[in-house]
C-alpha cells in the first residue's frame, strides 16, 4: 500500500506554497495524501522563524508529536525556515525527529525518505542551492491561488532573518511561472497572487517586474492577477501603469510601512523616507483612485521613542490603510539589529495594544465607506447559515446571505458592516 504523508504548515504564504510544492513531489514519487495524522506514515511540520512566537510554536508543536512517532514506521521530519536556522538544536532537542530540510532542499525528499526507510537513519540537509523548484507544478484546487515567481531575499531589513533562512534573491523563469499559471487556470483557479519576499525586484532574462505583469496578465482565461509583497523602494512606475491598464490585474497593493519616523526606517534599513512612502502612496491613488493600500508595521525596534511611535500613528492616520498587519519587535540572532539593546516588554505591549485598536477604527471606517456601493465579487466558500464568502478586486473578504457557488463572480451592494466585515447583497 502506498505510503501517506501529512503536512502541518506555519508561517507566511511562501510556507504555505512550500508545503504544495513538497505534497507535489511525494505525489509524483507515488505517495498518497492523508486527511489525518492518525493515518499518516509522514509527518512533515513546516516551519517559520521570523518571530520567536512563531519559533516556540513550532517547537510546542514538534515536542507534542513525540508519541506519534513511536508507532513503528513513522517518519517525523521537520522543514522549512526554522529548520534552516536551528538544525542542530532540533537534532539534539528532538532525537525522535528523523529528518530536517532547509527551504533549498525539498527536490530530494523521496530519495531522503527512501534512505531513511532503508537504513534506519536520520539526515539533516539545509544548504543553499539556487533552487527555484522549476518544473513543479503543484495541482490544487480552489477559487485562488498562488504562484511563487522568486525565492530568497538580498535585502537585509536589519531586523529580519528571511535573508539568512532562504538564501539570496533569485528568480524563476517567465515560462515556468506561465505555464505554472495556464496549468492552474485549466483547473478553473480564477484568483492568482504571484508571490516572493520583494516581487517588485523580479528579474528574469532582462524581464522585470512590469514586464512579467504585462505578460502573465495575457494568459488566456485569468481572471484576477495579484502580487505581494511589494517594496516601497522598488515599486516603480512602470509597475503601477501595468497595474493600471490590465483589466485583470488588481488594483491592490500590499507596502510595508514598517515605521513612520525616518530615523528608525535608517537603522530598519529600508532606503525610504516617510515622506518618499507618502509620495508613493499620493502617486498611486492619483493613477488608480480606487486601489486598496495594506501594510505592515514593527512596533518598538530598539532605540524607537515614544514620539517615533507617534509619527508611525500620525502617518497610518494620513494613509489610512484598508487593512495593516502589526507585529512587536523580535529579536532575530545574526541580524544586524540584534546588536541593539531591546526596549522594555511593556513599552513594547502596550504600543502595539494602542496601534492596534487605532488601525481597527480605521479599518471599520473604511469598510464602512463601501456601504451603497458596487463591487465585482469572486465567491470562494460557504460561510455559517447559508451565506457565502467573497472577495473582492481590492482584496476585502465580503458576505452575502445568499447560497451562492464557489467561482462566480457577482456584483455585490454593501448593505452594512458586521464587525469589520461588509455585508451585502449579490444581485442575479
Ligand atoms: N518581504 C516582505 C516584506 O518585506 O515586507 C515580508 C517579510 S516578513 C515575512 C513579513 C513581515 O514580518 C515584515 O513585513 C515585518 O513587518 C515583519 N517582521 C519581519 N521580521 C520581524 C521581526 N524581527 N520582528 C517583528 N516583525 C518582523
Ligand atoms: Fe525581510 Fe526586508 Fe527581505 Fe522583506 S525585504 S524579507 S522584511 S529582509
Ligand atoms: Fe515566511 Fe517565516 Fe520563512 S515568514 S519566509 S516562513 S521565516
Known sequence: MNKKFFIKTFGCQMNKNDSSIIAQILQNNGYGC?????????????????REHAEQRALGYISSLKNWRTKQGRILAVVGCMAKRLADDIAIRFPFVDLILGPDSFRKISDFLDEIYLKNTKIIETSFSGETYCGIYPKRIGVSDFVSIMRGCNNFCSYCIVPYVRGEARSRPMDDIEKEIENLVDNRVK???????????????????????NTVAKI???????????????????????????????????????SGSNRILKLMNRHYTKEEYLKLIKKIREEIPDATITTDVIVGFPTETEEEFME????????????????????????????YESLPEQVIKSRLEKLIAFQGEIIIEKAKQMINKKFEVLFESSARHGATRGKTRGN?????EQDICPGEVREVIIKEVKGRTPKGQATF
Open 191 to 213: 484568483d492568482i497572487t504571484l508571490l516572493g519576499q520583494n516581487v517588485n525586484e523580479y528579474s528574469y532574462n532582462k524581464i522585470d517586474f512590469a514586464g512579467l505583469l
Open 34 to 50: 492523508a486527511q489525518d495524522p492518525k493515518n499518516a506514515d509522514i509527518f512533515i511540520i513546516n516551519t517559520c522563524s521570523v
Open 312 to 339: 508611525t500613528m500620525s502617518i497610518m492616520e494620513e494613509i489610512g490603510f484598508d487593512n495593516a498587519y502589526m507585529y512587536r519587535y523580535s529579536p532575530r540572532k545574526r541580524t544586524k539589529a540584534y546588536e
Open 220 to 258: 488566456h482565461g485569468l481572471f484576477r492577477l495579484r502580487f505581494l509583497t511589494s517594496h516601497p523602494k522598488d515599486l516603480n512606475d512602470s509597475i503601477i501603469h501595468a497595474v493600471k491598464m490590465n483589466k485583470n490585474i488588481c488594483e491592490w497593493f500590499h507596502l510595508p510601512l514598517q
Open 396 to 400: 476585502k473578504d465580503v458576505i452575502v
